[in-house]
Antibody
Framework: QIQLVQSGPELKKPGESVKISCKAS????????MHWVKQAPGKGLKWMGW????????TYADDFKGRFVFSLEASASTANLQISNLKNEDTATYFC??????????WGQGASVTVSS | DVVLTQTPPTLSATIGQSVSISCRSS???????????LNWLLQRPGQSPQLLIY???NLESGVPNRFSGSGSETDFTLKISGVEAEDLGVYYC?????????FGGGTKLELK
């Protein structure tokens, strides 16, 4: 069955970087785009953007341009999210989700990132 | 960006009660291909979101038929006909018609 398995929790200091992975299984990775969604503690879902898993081209929502990078390890069926120069407001759970298309039909379990000095 | 406004933000219901959640869009969600990419998701406490309904009214496989969706253009509704305990959590609408996808603010369904 379709599975998206994300990397474990991270504790970082302000100014550091973090890389979150999302490993897909149960389908052909390059046939479906991958989205990233942020959920701050106690808050709603916020769409960050998506990456075309066939071409590697990323698209970012306005609030996630600059410090956020989507990338792929297609041979490993893995999508990555890297956040640089971490700020306290980056503390959140980050989800990857498959684009069916036009709908996120499968979700990872979420990866927690805590930024604290 | 398209703004999705969900009401109410919180909904209290008893088991067996029917409830509705509204989602209003700042722009039409009718795509040039004729489809309307408005979806509904449920996030149970401590879990990842899961897809309930796609393209306004299509039930995702495995989702009970007490869930139904309706609407067009800018006004959409999710209805639960007979709330069950497993339905508690936060419901989100989201649009995929416009290039930059967006979520509604969420509606928390709790037991009265």
């Amino acid at each position: 069955q379709i599975q998206l398995v994300q990397s474990g929790p991270e504790l970082k200091k302000p100014g550091e970087s973090v890389k979150i992975s999302c490993k897909a299984s149960g389908y052909t990775f390059t046939d479906y785009a991958m989205h990233w969604v942020k959920q701050a503690p106690g808050k709603g879902l916020k769409w960050m953007g998506w990456i075309n898993t066939y071409t590697g081209k990323p698209t970012y929502a306005d609030d996630f341009k600059g410090r956020f990078v989507f990338s792929l390890e297609a041979s490993a069926s893995t999508a990555n999210l890297q956040i640089s120069n971490l700020k306290n407001e980056d503390t959140a759970t980050y989800f990857c989700a498959r684009d069916y298309p036009y709908v996120m039909d499968a979700w990872g379990q979420g990866a927690s990132v805590t930024v604290s000095s | 960006d398209v703004v999705l406004t969900q009401t109410p933000p919180t909904l209290s219901a008893t088991i067996g009660q029917s409830v509705s959640i509204s989602c209003r869009s700042s722009q039409s969600l009718l795509d040039s291909d004729g489809d309307t990419y408005l979806n509904w998701l449920l996030q149970r406490p401590g879990q990842s979101p899961q897809l309930l309904i796609y393209s306004v009214s299509n039930l995702e496989s495995g989702v009970p038929n007490r869930f139904s969706g309706s609407g067009s253009e800018t006004d959409f509704t999710l209805k639960i006909s007979g709330v069950e305990a497993e339905d508690l959590g936060v419901y989100y609408c989201m649009q995929a018609t416009h290039a930059l996808w967006t979520f509604g603010g969420g509606t928390k369904l709790e037991l009265k």
